[in-house]
Nanobody
Framework: QVQLVESGGGLVQGGDSVRLSCAVSGLSFSMYVMGWFRQAPGKEREFVAAISRSGGSTDYGDSVKGRFTISRDNGKNTVYLQMNSLKPEDTAVYSC?????????????????WGQGTQVTVSS
């Protein structure tokens, strides 16, 4: 079956950097657009970043532009999220998602498969 497994979260201090990974199995990874979303307690799910199937195109949410970078390794069936200059407001559960076809979408309902998420907590 399809599995998306995130890793790399934890407790960090403001200004630190963290890299999240999402290992994907059970689907043709290179045929899927990949995205990262986050959800903080009491808030709606928020789009973080998306990357095209080849990795040649990316899109970011306004709150993370210039600080976060999404990338993928199709040989390893893994998508990454490099997070720099972390702020307390970045605290959330971060989830990766896969979308069949083309097009970078910031709407979570457009994605077909989801991971369980990994907690990132940024202290001030």
């Amino acid at each position: 079956q399809v599995q998306l497994v995130e890793s790399g979260g934890g407790l960090v201090q403001g200004g630190d950097s963290v890299r999240l990974s999402c290992a994907v199995s059970g689907l043709s990874f290179s045929m899927y657009v990949m995205g990262w979303f986050r959800q903080a307690p009491g808030k709606e799910r928020e789009f973080v970043a998306a990357i095209s199937r080849s990795g040649g195109s990316t899109d970011y949410g306004d709150s993370v532009k210039g600080r976060f970078t999404i990338s993928r390794d199709n040989g390893k069936n893994t998508v990454y999220l490099q997070m720099n200059s972390l702020k307390p407001e970045d605290t959330a559960v971060y989830s990766c998602a896969a979308k069949a076809g083309v097009g970078l979408y910031s709407t979570s309902s457009r994605y077909d498969y989801w991971g369980q998420g990994t907690q990132v907590t940024v202290s001030s």
